[in-house]
């Protein structure tokens, strides 16, 4: 059994990485302890990808949604492994951020 069903896009990479710097401005483990919760709704989902929503106002079937804390994290559920493909905050302008990185990552 392999421990790693998911993979992040370059683009969720860069997520990451601008969630932790963010956060760590106020508190690192914040920020760490933030990260790890991610990475542990990560690999639920590549366990157990239909576990997530389908939203028709953000994405096509072949992708579905999932929040952490104030993060939604958009993957797409029927690749193998997972593929995670953005992590942005729940207040920002979901439907522009989506369709522009659905977009370009499709």
């Known amino acids: ?16 990485i601008e969630i932790w710097n963010y956060i760590a401005e106020d508190s690192i483990d914040s920020a760490d302890q933030v990260v790890a919760r991610l990475y542990d709704a990560f690999a639920g989902l590549g366990q157990t990808p239909k576990v997530g929503r389908h939203r028709e106002d953000l994405a096509d079937s072949r992708h579905r949604f999932w929040t ?15 593929q ?9 302008q979901l439907e522009v951020f989506f369709q522009q990185r659905i977009t370009l990552g499709s």
């Open 1 to 16: 059994m392999s421990w790693r069903r998911f993979v992040l896009t370059p683009e969720a990479r860069a997520d990451l």
């Open 68 to 82: 952490v804390y104030s993060y939604v994290i958009a993957y797409r559920w029927e690749t193998t492994p997972v």
């Open 84 to 92: 995670i493909i953005a992590i942005v905050h729940g207040a920002r």
